[in-house]
């Protein structure tokens, strides 16, 4: 089994970008920015538990990686972006903490590294918990409702708020509910040490409204890019410039690589 995605082609001789969506998502996600750079081969994957991957579960990050893994070597992506929003910023991590050759760069949007203490992943721990039987167990329009209530999308119109809601409602809440459990941010391991090993370069970006990951990008050994006018989706809520950045860092890199 390998992950559902769909490609794009692009020029001779430039390295894959492969986009990963955040919770709820699927591979649309990423599609208007990514078509801002159509020099590049693209390739949009939906992570186990949405959209065309729905069917498939996984029990840990390890699994989420397997797959990855086995679907990148199915298209022959040899040498590759990894791009990640939120969720899919996260599993970019862990993914490069694992040394893939290949990977050119990491390029993560509002991704976590990890949480440090016992007492940070045993809230985590109740909270995703409460989440997951809720997902389960009641309307997804009125859980999504709720979800997006939550501090981290603050910056959030209530007419955006009504958009989202709608469109991740067309999940399966038993999906969605195992995929959380699985990448809870408590069973993620704190990446940052490994992130500042690995060498391979590594890019951030966070919407300037997105407090918290102004703070935590301030934590990273990462190169910083600010988002305008945007909040924790970033690039949904300005793909213009989440766009532009992405550029920018792709031409400073790939014009010593071809």
């Not at 694992?98 to 976590?112: A, F, M, N, S």
């Not at 709608?166 to 941010?185: F, I, K, P, V, Y």
Request: glycine residues 10%.
């Amino acid at each position: 089994m390998i992950l559902a995605g769909v490609q794009r082609a692009g020029k001779p001789g430039y390295p894959w970008l492969v986009f990963l969506h955040g919770f709820s998502g699927d591979g649309r996600e990423w599609q208007t920015v990514g078509e801002a750079l159509s020099d590049y081969p693209r390739l949009y994957l939906d992570l186990p538990g949405h959209g065309g991957s729905a069917q498939l579960g996984v029990s840990d990050f390890a699994a989420v990686n397997a797959l990855l893994e086995k679907t990148l070597l199915s298209y022959n992506i040899l040498n590759y972006w990894l791009v990640g929003y939120s969720l899919g910023g996260r599993i970019a991590m862990f993914h490069a903490c694992q040394r893939p050759t290949g990977l050119y760069g990491l390029i993560v949007e509002g991704g976590h590294p990890g949480l440090q203490t016992p007492a940070e992943r045993d809230a985590r721990r109740q909270s995703d918990w409460r989440w997951s039987v809720r997902f389960r167990h009641e309307p997804l329009e009125s859980v999504f409702a709720d979800w997006y209530q939550q501090p981290v999308f603050a910056s959030l119109t209530a007419a955006q708020r009504r958009e989202l809601v709608a469109l991740r409602s067309q999940n399966s809440g038993e999906h969605l509910a195992g995929m959380l459990e699985a990448t809870s941010l408590a069973v993620q391991p704190d990446l940052r040490a490994a992130l500042s090993a690995v060498g391979t370069p590594f890019y951030y970006m966070y919407g300037e409204r997105d407090a918290r990951f102004a703070a935590i990008a301030r934590e990273l050994d990462a190169d910083c890019h600010v988002i305008p006018n945007a909040g924790h989706n970033a690039h949904r809520e300005n793909p213009a410039a989440a766009a532009a950045s992405l550029a920018q860092i792709l031409r400073l890199r790939t014009k010593d690589t071809l």
